[in-house]
Protein backbone atom coordinates (compact mmCIF):
# COMPACT_ATOMS: atom_id res chain seq x y z
CA UNK A 1 0.00 0.00 0.00
CA UNK A 2 1.33 3.80 -1.20
CA UNK A 3 0.13 6.19 1.49
CA UNK A 4 0.77 9.96 1.05
CA UNK A 5 0.70 11.85 4.08
CA UNK A 6 0.40 16.11 3.26
CA UNK A 7 0.93 18.78 5.95
CA UNK A 8 1.57 22.59 6.29
CA UNK A 9 2.97 24.45 9.33
CA UNK A 10 6.35 22.08 9.60
CA UNK A 11 9.95 22.58 9.59
CA UNK A 12 13.31 22.43 11.82
CA UNK A 13 11.80 23.57 15.25
CA UNK A 14 8.00 21.91 14.95
CA UNK A 15 7.17 19.93 17.66
CA UNK A 16 4.10 17.17 18.10
CA UNK A 17 2.64 17.56 14.27
CA UNK A 18 6.35 16.83 13.10
CA UNK A 19 6.63 13.76 15.73
CA UNK A 20 3.24 12.57 14.82
CA UNK A 21 4.26 11.99 11.09
CA UNK A 22 7.61 11.03 11.72
CA UNK A 23 6.32 8.26 13.78
CA UNK A 24 3.49 7.20 11.88
CA UNK A 25 5.59 7.24 8.70
CA UNK A 26 8.37 5.12 10.07
CA UNK A 27 5.52 2.60 11.62
CA UNK A 28 4.06 2.66 7.52
CA UNK A 29 7.53 2.25 6.61
CA UNK A 30 8.53 -0.79 9.14
CA UNK A 31 5.53 -2.40 8.13
CA UNK A 32 6.51 -2.75 4.93
CA UNK A 33 4.26 0.18 2.71
CA UNK A 34 5.04 3.12 0.52
CA UNK A 35 5.20 6.49 2.29
CA UNK A 36 5.57 9.91 0.52
CA UNK A 37 5.05 13.20 2.32
CA UNK A 38 4.26 16.56 0.53
CA UNK A 39 4.94 19.01 2.81
CA UNK A 40 6.48 23.17 1.73
CA UNK A 41 9.98 24.02 1.72
CA UNK A 42 12.09 26.77 -0.12
CA UNK A 43 11.92 24.80 -3.76
CA UNK A 44 10.66 22.18 -5.40
CA UNK A 45 12.75 19.14 -3.97
CA UNK A 46 12.59 15.26 -4.01
CA UNK A 47 14.51 13.26 -1.38
CA UNK A 48 14.60 9.73 -1.34
CA UNK A 49 14.56 9.37 2.88
CA UNK A 50 14.47 5.81 5.23
CA UNK A 51 10.94 6.44 6.23
CA UNK A 52 10.09 7.14 2.07
CA UNK A 53 9.97 9.92 -0.43
CA UNK A 54 9.71 13.28 0.92
CA UNK A 55 8.03 16.28 -1.82
CA UNK A 56 8.76 19.31 -0.83
CA UNK A 57 6.29 21.61 -2.70
CA UNK A 58 7.89 25.63 -3.49
CA UNK A 59 5.72 28.18 -0.64
CA UNK A 60 6.21 31.48 0.71
CA UNK A 61 7.26 31.56 4.41
CA UNK A 62 3.64 32.79 6.71
CA UNK A 63 6.65 32.90 9.84
CA UNK A 64 9.55 33.09 10.21
CA UNK A 65 9.59 29.49 11.67
CA UNK A 66 6.52 27.98 8.86
CA UNK A 67 5.73 28.12 5.11
CA UNK A 68 2.50 27.49 4.13
CA UNK A 69 1.34 25.98 0.49
CA UNK A 70 -1.35 28.06 -0.77
CA UNK A 71 -1.71 26.96 -4.53
CA UNK A 72 -3.44 23.33 -3.60
CA UNK A 73 -2.96 21.77 -7.29
CA UNK A 74 0.89 22.15 -6.69
CA UNK A 75 0.65 19.33 -3.91
CA UNK A 76 -2.63 17.46 -5.50
CA UNK A 77 -0.32 17.44 -8.83
CA UNK A 78 2.26 15.61 -6.51
CA UNK A 79 -0.51 13.32 -5.59
CA UNK A 80 -1.17 12.57 -9.55
CA UNK A 81 2.63 11.45 -10.22
CA UNK A 82 2.70 9.39 -7.18
CA UNK A 83 -0.33 8.12 -7.07
CA UNK A 84 -1.22 6.91 -3.63
CA UNK A 85 -3.67 4.29 -2.31
CA UNK A 86 -4.91 6.32 0.77
CA UNK A 87 -3.72 10.05 1.79
CA UNK A 88 -3.51 11.18 5.72
CA UNK A 89 -3.65 14.87 5.69
CA UNK A 90 -2.57 17.03 8.57
CA UNK A 91 -4.24 19.95 7.88
CA UNK A 92 -7.43 22.04 7.32
CA UNK A 93 -6.70 24.62 5.05
CA UNK A 94 -5.36 24.94 2.09
CA UNK A 95 -4.46 21.44 1.67
CA UNK A 96 -8.52 20.05 2.80
CA UNK A 97 -8.99 20.03 -1.42
CA UNK A 98 -7.25 16.87 -1.20
CA UNK A 99 -10.29 15.21 0.21
CA UNK A 100 -12.29 16.23 -2.88
CA UNK A 101 -8.92 15.22 -4.93
CA UNK A 102 -9.27 11.62 -3.17
CA UNK A 103 -12.42 10.89 -3.41
CA UNK A 104 -12.67 11.54 -7.44
CA UNK A 105 -10.62 8.60 -7.80
CA UNK A 106 -11.39 6.08 -5.36
CA UNK A 107 -8.40 6.93 -3.37
CA UNK A 108 -8.90 6.61 0.48
CA UNK A 109 -9.33 9.52 2.83
CA UNK A 110 -8.38 10.29 6.03
CA UNK A 111 -8.18 14.04 7.81
CA UNK A 112 -5.57 13.74 10.97
CA UNK A 113 -7.28 16.56 13.00
CA UNK A 114 -4.34 18.34 15.27
CA UNK A 115 -6.44 20.90 16.81
CA UNK A 116 -9.96 22.24 17.23
CA UNK A 117 -10.92 25.09 14.97
CA UNK A 118 -13.04 27.05 17.46
CA UNK A 119 -9.47 27.10 19.33
CA UNK A 120 -7.58 28.51 16.77
CA UNK A 121 -9.99 31.14 16.19
CA UNK A 122 -10.58 32.29 19.78
CA UNK A 123 -9.13 36.06 19.11
CA UNK A 124 -12.49 36.24 15.89
CA UNK A 125 -14.89 34.62 19.35
CA UNK A 126 -14.27 37.39 21.27
CA UNK A 127 -15.42 40.20 18.26
CA UNK A 128 -18.02 38.03 17.92
CA UNK A 129 -17.91 38.07 14.57
CA UNK A 130 -19.86 34.39 14.43
CA UNK A 131 -16.81 31.98 14.03
CA UNK A 132 -19.22 28.86 16.09
CA UNK A 133 -21.29 29.24 12.90
CA UNK A 134 -18.28 29.26 10.47
CA UNK A 135 -16.72 26.90 12.63
CA UNK A 136 -19.39 24.12 12.29
CA UNK A 137 -19.80 25.11 8.29
CA UNK A 138 -16.17 24.33 7.90
CA UNK A 139 -16.05 20.93 10.00
CA UNK A 140 -19.51 20.04 7.92
CA UNK A 141 -17.50 20.12 4.56
CA UNK A 142 -14.63 18.71 5.95
CA UNK A 143 -16.72 15.63 7.31
CA UNK A 144 -18.16 15.29 3.93
CA UNK A 145 -15.12 15.87 2.18
CA UNK A 146 -13.34 13.23 3.97
CA UNK A 147 -14.02 9.04 4.37
CA UNK A 148 -12.67 9.21 7.90
CA UNK A 149 -11.25 12.10 10.75
CA UNK A 150 -8.91 11.07 13.33
CA UNK A 151 -8.88 13.06 16.47
CA UNK A 152 -6.67 11.91 19.41
CA UNK A 153 -9.04 12.66 22.49
CA UNK A 154 -12.78 13.10 23.18
CA UNK A 155 -11.93 17.01 23.58
CA UNK A 156 -10.72 16.74 20.02
CA UNK A 157 -14.16 15.22 18.93
CA UNK A 158 -16.27 17.51 20.12
CA UNK A 159 -16.27 19.93 17.80
CA UNK A 160 -17.14 17.15 15.03
CA UNK A 161 -20.30 16.18 17.17
CA UNK A 162 -24.06 15.77 15.30
CA UNK A 163 -22.10 16.81 12.06
CA UNK A 164 -22.05 13.28 10.43
CA UNK A 165 -18.31 12.73 10.54
CA UNK A 166 -16.68 9.14 10.87
CA UNK A 167 -14.71 9.75 13.78
CA UNK A 168 -12.10 7.18 14.51
CA UNK A 169 -10.79 8.19 18.29
CA UNK A 170 -6.34 7.48 17.54
CA UNK A 171 -4.37 8.12 21.13
CA UNK A 172 -0.93 8.82 20.22
CA UNK A 173 1.76 7.22 21.60
CA UNK A 174 5.26 8.27 22.77
CA UNK A 175 9.03 6.87 22.54
CA UNK A 176 9.32 5.21 25.84
CA UNK A 177 13.04 4.33 24.97
CA UNK A 178 13.98 8.01 23.98
CA UNK A 179 12.11 9.57 27.49
CA UNK A 180 12.64 7.68 30.42
CA UNK A 181 13.89 8.60 34.06
CA UNK A 182 17.47 7.69 33.19
CA UNK A 183 17.35 10.95 31.71
CA UNK A 184 18.06 12.52 34.96
CA UNK A 185 16.40 13.41 37.80
CA UNK A 186 15.89 16.67 40.12
CA UNK A 187 18.64 18.11 42.17
CA UNK A 188 17.99 18.05 46.18
CA UNK A 189 18.98 21.49 46.37
CA UNK A 190 15.47 22.51 48.17
CA UNK A 191 14.66 24.61 44.68
CA UNK A 192 10.94 23.21 43.24
CA UNK A 193 12.10 22.93 39.61
CA UNK A 194 9.48 23.33 37.04
CA UNK A 195 9.81 23.56 33.26
CA UNK A 196 8.18 24.35 30.04
CA UNK A 197 8.85 22.80 26.76
CA UNK A 198 6.50 23.91 23.79
CA UNK A 199 6.08 26.61 21.15
CA UNK A 200 5.79 29.98 22.70
CA UNK A 201 3.06 31.01 20.88
CA UNK A 202 -0.65 31.71 22.11
CA UNK A 203 -1.99 28.75 21.19
CA UNK A 204 0.26 26.75 23.45
CA UNK A 205 -0.87 29.21 26.64
CA UNK A 206 3.31 29.55 27.97
CA UNK A 207 1.70 32.99 29.22
CA UNK A 208 -0.38 30.44 31.96
CA UNK A 209 2.73 28.50 32.71
CA UNK A 210 4.90 31.32 33.44
CA UNK A 211 2.04 33.20 34.70
CA UNK A 212 1.55 29.92 37.12
CA UNK A 213 5.56 30.31 38.47
CA UNK A 214 5.34 34.10 39.31
CA UNK A 215 2.41 33.46 41.30
CA UNK A 216 4.35 30.43 43.36
CA UNK A 217 7.31 33.19 43.71
CA UNK A 218 4.82 35.55 44.72
CA UNK A 219 3.54 33.30 47.38
CA UNK A 220 6.99 32.73 48.99
CA UNK A 221 7.91 29.74 47.22
CA UNK A 222 11.66 28.66 46.24
CA UNK A 223 11.05 27.37 42.40
CA UNK A 224 12.30 28.47 39.45
CA UNK A 225 10.94 27.71 35.59
CA UNK A 226 12.95 26.62 32.62
CA UNK A 227 11.40 27.67 29.52
CA UNK A 228 12.42 25.76 26.53
CA UNK A 229 11.00 26.61 23.29
CA UNK A 230 10.72 29.60 20.63
CA UNK A 231 8.05 31.67 18.81
CA UNK A 232 6.92 35.17 18.77
CA UNK A 233 6.04 35.57 22.34
CA UNK A 234 9.04 35.28 23.95
CA UNK A 235 9.38 39.20 24.67
CA UNK A 236 5.76 39.38 26.37
CA UNK A 237 7.10 36.24 28.08
CA UNK A 238 10.21 38.24 29.79
CA UNK A 239 7.93 41.24 30.16
CA UNK A 240 5.24 38.72 31.99
CA UNK A 241 8.19 36.98 34.20
CA UNK A 242 9.71 40.24 35.81
CA UNK A 243 11.83 39.37 38.71
CA UNK A 244 10.56 35.97 39.15
CA UNK A 245 12.53 33.23 38.33
CA UNK A 246 12.21 32.18 34.83
CA UNK A 247 14.92 31.57 32.35
CA UNK A 248 14.65 31.15 28.94
CA UNK A 249 16.42 29.04 27.45
CA UNK A 250 15.60 28.60 23.47
CA UNK A 251 15.07 25.97 21.31
CA UNK A 252 16.54 22.79 22.58
CA UNK A 253 17.97 20.74 19.74
CA UNK A 254 17.78 16.72 19.83
CA UNK A 255 15.04 14.71 21.67
CA UNK A 256 17.87 12.95 24.17
CA UNK A 257 18.69 16.61 25.50
CA UNK A 258 14.86 16.91 25.78
CA UNK A 259 14.10 14.20 27.45
CA UNK A 260 16.77 15.51 30.08
CA UNK A 261 15.44 18.16 30.39
CA UNK A 262 12.16 16.77 31.37
CA UNK A 263 14.02 14.49 33.95
CA UNK A 264 15.57 17.07 35.86
CA UNK A 265 12.53 18.97 36.58
CA UNK A 266 10.12 17.87 40.01
CA UNK A 267 7.01 18.94 37.90
CA UNK A 268 6.30 20.08 34.14
CA UNK A 269 3.80 22.55 33.57
CA UNK A 270 1.55 21.57 30.37
CA UNK A 271 -1.28 23.73 31.06
CA UNK A 272 -2.50 24.89 27.79
CA UNK A 273 -6.53 24.37 27.88
CA UNK A 274 -6.98 24.04 23.97
CA UNK A 275 -4.31 21.21 23.84
CA UNK A 276 -6.37 18.53 21.74
CA UNK A 277 -3.63 15.53 23.21
CA UNK A 278 -0.72 17.13 24.49
CA UNK A 279 2.70 14.75 23.60
CA UNK A 280 5.01 16.85 25.85
CA UNK A 281 2.45 15.09 28.57
CA UNK A 282 3.10 12.20 27.51
CA UNK A 283 7.16 13.04 27.50
CA UNK A 284 7.38 14.00 30.58
CA UNK A 285 5.67 11.44 32.44
CA UNK A 286 7.89 9.31 30.51
CA UNK A 287 10.78 10.85 32.17
CA UNK A 288 8.69 10.31 35.30
CA UNK A 289 8.37 13.77 35.84
CA UNK A 290 4.58 14.37 37.47
CA UNK A 291 2.86 16.91 35.14
CA UNK A 292 0.42 19.71 36.52
CA UNK A 293 -2.65 20.69 33.34
CA UNK A 294 -5.73 22.30 32.99
CA UNK A 295 -8.79 20.50 33.66
CA UNK A 296 -9.98 21.22 30.12
CA UNK A 297 -8.34 19.74 27.15
CA UNK A 298 -7.18 16.78 25.60
CA UNK A 299 -4.07 17.47 28.18
CA UNK A 300 -6.73 16.17 30.98
CA UNK A 301 -7.33 13.00 29.47
CA UNK A 302 -3.90 11.89 29.75
CA UNK A 303 -3.16 13.11 33.72
CA UNK A 304 -4.57 11.30 36.31
CA UNK A 305 -4.90 11.86 40.25
CA UNK A 306 -1.32 9.21 39.97
CA UNK A 307 0.59 10.98 38.02
CA UNK A 308 0.07 15.02 38.67
CA UNK A 309 -2.54 17.59 39.17
CA UNK A 310 -5.76 19.11 37.49
CA UNK A 311 -6.63 22.49 38.08
CA UNK A 312 -8.66 25.29 35.73
CA UNK A 313 -6.52 27.37 33.38
CA UNK A 314 -6.43 30.27 35.70
CA UNK A 315 -2.43 31.07 37.61
CA UNK A 316 -3.80 30.82 41.24
CA UNK A 317 -6.08 27.43 40.66
CA UNK A 318 -2.70 25.97 38.42
CA UNK A 319 -0.50 27.01 41.78
CA UNK A 320 -2.37 25.40 43.91
CA UNK A 321 -2.15 22.55 41.86
CA UNK A 322 1.57 22.63 41.80
CA UNK A 323 1.36 23.19 45.73
CA UNK A 324 -0.78 19.85 46.23
CA UNK A 325 2.02 17.72 44.52
CA UNK A 326 5.00 18.94 46.60
CA UNK A 327 4.66 16.54 49.48
CA UNK A 328 4.16 13.59 46.96
CA UNK A 329 7.29 14.40 45.34
CA UNK A 330 10.17 11.54 45.38
CA UNK A 331 10.73 8.01 43.73
CA UNK A 332 6.62 6.85 44.13
CA UNK A 333 5.32 9.79 42.10
CA UNK A 334 7.82 9.53 39.37
CA UNK A 335 7.21 5.75 38.95
CA UNK A 336 3.33 6.37 39.14
CA UNK A 337 4.00 9.25 36.61
CA UNK A 338 5.83 6.65 34.01
CA UNK A 339 3.09 4.04 34.59
CA UNK A 340 0.59 6.17 33.56
CA UNK A 341 2.72 6.78 30.11
CA UNK A 342 3.91 3.22 29.32
CA UNK A 343 -0.33 3.16 28.71
CA UNK A 344 0.35 4.58 25.53
CA UNK A 345 2.78 3.12 22.65
CA UNK A 346 3.38 4.04 19.18
CA UNK A 347 3.13 0.85 18.04
CA UNK A 348 -0.68 1.01 18.61
CA UNK A 349 -1.27 3.79 17.10
CA UNK A 350 0.47 2.63 14.33
CA UNK A 351 -1.61 -0.11 13.72
CA UNK A 352 -4.71 1.37 14.06
CA UNK A 353 -4.22 3.98 11.37
CA UNK A 354 -2.91 1.21 9.27
CA UNK A 355 -5.79 -0.74 9.89
CA UNK A 356 -7.95 2.15 8.64
CA UNK A 357 -5.60 3.23 5.52
CA UNK A 358 -6.43 -0.25 4.01
CA UNK A 359 -9.92 -0.48 4.78
CA UNK A 360 -10.45 2.96 3.23
CA UNK A 361 -7.67 2.07 0.47
CA UNK A 362 -9.53 -1.36 -0.49
CA UNK A 363 -12.87 0.12 -1.39
CA UNK A 364 -12.38 1.32 -5.07
CA UNK A 365 -9.43 0.97 -7.74
CA UNK A 366 -7.04 3.89 -8.39
CA UNK A 367 -8.85 5.67 -11.36
CA UNK A 368 -7.24 7.13 -14.38
CA UNK A 369 -6.82 10.94 -13.76
CA UNK A 370 -7.39 11.77 -17.14
CA UNK A 371 -7.90 15.32 -18.36
CA UNK A 372 -9.34 16.80 -15.21
CA UNK A 373 -5.85 17.70 -13.99
CA UNK A 374 -4.77 18.88 -17.16
CA UNK A 375 -7.90 20.95 -17.76
CA UNK A 376 -6.75 22.55 -14.06
CA UNK A 377 -3.49 23.44 -14.64
CA UNK A 378 -4.84 25.51 -17.84
CA UNK A 379 -7.04 27.02 -16.17
CA UNK A 380 -4.19 27.88 -12.96
Partial sequence: ??????????????????????????????????????????????????????????????????????????????????????????????????????????????????????????????????????????????????????????????????????????????????????????????????CYIGRLSHEKSPQLAVATAVELHRRGRRVRLDVYGTGPDLEELRVLAGDAPVFFHGFVDGRQEVAGRFARSDVSLSVCPSETFGLAVLEAMACGTPVVTANRGGASELVDENSGAQGPPDPAALADAVESLVPRLGPDLRAAARRRAEAYNWSHTVERMLALHEELAERAPYQSLGGFESRRRRRT
Avoid: C
Avoid at 82 to 88: A, K, Q, T
Avoid at 115 to 142: H, I, K, P, Q, Y
Fill in 1 to 194: MRIAQLANFVGPTSGGMKVVIDKLAEGYVDAGHERIFVSPGPRDEVMETSSGIHVFVRAPRLTPQYRMIFKPWRALDVLARFRPDSIEVSDKWTLSPAGRWASRRGVGSVLFSHERLSEMLTDWLRRGLGVEATVGALNRRLAKEFDAVVVTSRFAAEEFDGIGARLELVPLGVDLETFNPAAGEPADDGVLKL
